[in-house]
């Protein structure tokens, strides 16, 4: 499907190709119609010298006056003097019919659409607005008609309607269509927008709900008023109270209406004399001050409305090629001309088409050449001349309006500051606080990892909401003697980065604002990552201590891990058998030379038979880690005595470690199994899903929610049940077990998932039936421990729980 789309808009391009082509073509074509149009006025003027005595000059003046009155323009009124030797009889006579209709005794019944430009736009002539035309008009043309209403409108810079006159509307319905913005689909719009003019003889089709002026259900007629060169100027609208038919000579005469009032309005428009005129060359003028390079384009459309090109109608002076050249004069092309390339992709024709559709303007910051892609040809810049940039597209009446300007030295500047926060992990921040805005460097959201956009700063009073429990304390104290000490201070904080959950030391530093009163009105300051020194530091002092005597750490660390050891085995392994259930536990311990991490585990029978079942895993390294574990296996075990369930258990777990630790945070998993009913309850703290086996399939249970020990003292965390049947083993597990460098989460759990089962032929899998047959916990446990393929020198625990 996707296919056939592309073949169908490279046909589309290979049309607009053609049609440029075609364009040029008929430009020659237009050359030699202007030299055809010189021979027909010489023509012309011969006859009037032969038919009314007149010398040269006379039959040139008297061909112009008669051109001057009606509007029409000199080669045609030439053809039509050629064509009707009466025409020119009483050139005087037929001038004051065109400026007066109806009172030389000329019929109206006959000839009436031949009759309707010249009337059309004598009405003009006379007209003092726009209110005035309209008024005029449906006196003179459509009141024999039946119409009941006639509305003018012009169209403005952003594709909007604006009115120019009206008759018949009332003052509230004038006032409702005063301006028609080219978002509200109506009629009007429909055919400003490049649709086909609108002959309804008998109201809106069915489920069609657009607005309408007058009579929903009766005849209407929607002409666009374009120049003669296409460029659309407005449109007009005509209603009648009940249907109506549109005779052949009826549409005629419309279409000749509309085509006279768009040349005079488009003549007024030229010369300001009407009060809604389209400023083009102000506008033009003005974008030349404000802007280096400014292209204005126009729509040019076929007979059927639909568009092909862009007439190029301004090039600013200082205008800058994207393509290089510099001794071409676009104003003599079209855009296709100009830039084949640019139908395609990003290109300018393509933006152009997209801003004339949509009317989003576009704004593309950085090079012009990746703005555009591939819709400029290759070519360097000038040598020594700075590159383009900063593309702006926006909709300008029936076209588009480009902008962009050489990147300047002060763009290479911020660039460069942007580059030095970014290797000194720096972000820079501003916080108004009479206005309460807060402004923030792209740089100062990568630290915090957040995506930068309005809204997502963090004001320096909520700060202390996305940094540890523990560091809580610091960051209030910092933001409240911040206005009362008026001196720039300094404080650091640990939060935990969202994208790779890891644990960031930042320092913030900020000073006050003071206005000329000594108020202090705004607080300005930089974050900035320290965790790479933070570890530094560390890294010295274990080396300082390991440098200071190298014995004795390896004793210490000996002891350390036995007691560790020690900490998390569970010391009575023959209650819980008794409980119908074999348990094996497997604790791997990090790589020589690494700290001792904090993954920790428990498997106890409580006094109501239930067994509780635990894995655990405190963020860090070493002693803070390994006390953090120590308080947290002991806590749950005295918080178990309860009786609460395991989401209960948690949200009191949480608690402790909020308040009554000092910047523990972890993941844990807490189940408790029921041998009576053979079901586990479960909840979890951010922790991996626990592992069901059964049989020769294996699947990760659904997660339940909740968040990290030690984040949010008011965390509440979220229970499931799972029910089990002999043969069923239960795999309870850290991390470090299945984490591999480089690797989502996601995807190696999956991996582990897919691998845990037990083969065919190894004699393990009964898949319950026999389940005294199959493999021991232990086994269990010993095989996938072996086969684990975590590569990340992280110490790991599992937990495995068969039914028997």
Known sequence: MGRRVNVTGRDDDMRRLVTVIDHQRRELDRIRATAAGESVVAMARGALMERLGLSSAEAAGQLAELSAATGIPLAEMAAAVLADPGSAAQPGAQAAEARHPGRT???????????????????AELAADGAELASTLAAEILGPL???????????????????????????????????????????????????????????????????????????????????????????????????????EVRQHLAALAAGCARVIGARLAHGDLAAAQPRQAVYRLLDDLAESVLVVRALRDADGQLTDFSIEHVSPSFRDPAGRTDLDLTRLTLLEAFPASIAGSGLFARARQVLADGVAQHVPGPLRESLASGLPPGPAEPGEAPLADLRVARFLDGAIFTWHRDRPAGQLATVLDHAQRLGRLGGWEEDLVTGTVLWTDSAFGLFGLTPRPGAEIPLADLHSYVMAAD??????????????????????????????????????????????????????????????????????????QLADTEQRVAEEHRLALRLQQAIMPPDEQPVEAAGIDVAVRYRPVGQGHLV???????????????????GDVAGHGIDAVTGMVAARNSLRALAITGSGPGELLRM????????????????????????????RWARA????????RGRTACQLPL????????????????????????????????????????????????????VAPAPGTGEGAGGTEPAAGPTAAEQADRILASAASDTDDDACLVAVRIR
């Not at 104290?477 to 001196?487: A, C, K």
């Not at 777990?653 to 009576?676: F, I, K, Q, R």
């Not at 951010?686 to 086996?693: A, E, F, R």
């Open 704 to 755: 339940p929610g909740g968040v990290l020990l030690g984040m949010d003292p008011d965390a509440s965390y979220e229970e499931a049940t799972q029910p089990l049947a002999p043969g069923d083993t239960l795999l309870l597990f850290t991390d470090g077990l299945i984490e591999q460098r480089g690797e989502s989460i996601v995807d190696v759990l999956a991996d582990f998932v897919a691998t």
């Open 686 to 693: 951010g922790h991996l899903p626990p592992v069901l086996v």
């Open 597 to 615: 991490g904090g993954d920790w585990y428990d498997a106890l029978l409580l006094p109501d038979q239930r067994v509780l079942l635990v894995v």
């Open 146 to 248: 039946g119409a009941d209403a006639v509305v003018l409108w012009i169209l403005e810079a952003d594709g909007a309607l604006t009115l120019l006159g009206e008759k018949g509307l009332s003052g509230s319905e004038a006032s409702r269509w005063r301006h028609v913005p080219s978002q509200l689909d109506c009629p009007a719009q429909r055919v400003a927008q490049g649709g086909a003019d609108l002959w309804w003889q008998s109201g809106r089709r069915d489920g069609d709900r657009a607005p309408v002026i007058r009579a929903p259900g009766g005849g209407r007629v929607v002409l666009a008023l374009r120049e003669r060169s296409g460029e659309l100027l407005g449109v007009m609208e005509a209603s009648w109270p009940a249907p109506r038919v549109f005779a052949a």
């Open 653 to 680: 777990l949480n608690g402790v470690m909020c308040d009554l630790t000092s910047g523990v945070v972890g993941t844990v998993v807490c189940g408790l199994y029921d041998p009576e009913t053979s079901v586990l």
């Open 105 to 123: 005794g000329a019929p109206k019944g006959s000839g009436l659409s031949g009759a309707s430009s010249l009337l059309a736009q004598a009405a």
């Open 472 to 545: 809580k304390p610091v960051v209030k104290r910092f933001r409240q003697r911040l206005p009362e000490q008026r001196d720039a201070l300094t404080a650091t904080f640990r939060m935990m980065h969202p994208e790779d959950r890891s644990i960031r030391q930042i320092r913030v530093f900020a000073e006050p604002v003071t206005d000329a009163a000594g108020q202090v009105v705004a607080l300005r300051g930089a974050f900035q990552d320290i965790s790479a020194h933070y570890h530094t530091q560390v890294a010295l002092a274990a080396t300082r201590d």
